[in-house]
């Protein structure tokens, strides 16, 4: 998905971008390769400041996800929360009026059109608030 942050960069610019929406399932935010599956629209709600290198975004994100269970294999659906912040920098970092121009291509970038492309920092997001061990109940017994 790819979020427009040409407000931030207008000679009367706000000092930040809020934006909430929904991401559809057909949006494909969690590889084949994921052993989870997204069950609902991902709800986000997102800031983004503008920083000295680019833009500073904090995500809220929530939703439900389908996972197996570590000591039964059943699937079972849990409700996810998650916040976390991410920075997007410009791929060219200017020092001193234009004197020194460094090529960046390490981390998110902000392409010419001032926009950003989330849907690999939510994937982050997602797979890192979920637990280590997935119990689809504290009384799972496991394989029987």
């Not at 590889?31 to 809220?60: C, H, Q, R, W, Y």
């Amino acid at each position: 998905m790819t979020i427009d942050l040409q407000p931030l960069f207008q000679k009367k610019a706000p000092s930040f971008l809020e934006l909430e929406f929904q991401i559809p399932l057909t949006e494909k935010i969690l590889s084949e390769l994921d052993s989870e599956k997204l069950t609902t629209p991902i709800k986000v709600k997102a800031i983004f400041k503008k920083t000295k290198e680019g833009v500073l975004g904090e995500f809220d994100v929530e939703g439900k996800i389908q996972l197996t269970c570590d000591r039964c294999l059943d699937e079972f659906e849990k409700d996810y929360y998650t916040h976390f912040s991410q920075e997007f920098v410009f791929p060219f970092l200017d020092f001193s009026d234009n004197v020194y121009m460094e090529l960046r291509d390490e981390g998110y970038i902000i392409n010419e059109k001032n926009q950003i492309e989330i849907n690999e920092t939510l994937r982050q997001g997602i797979l890192t608030s979920l637990p280590m061990k997935k119990i689809c109940k504290e009384e799972c017994q496991g394989l029987i």
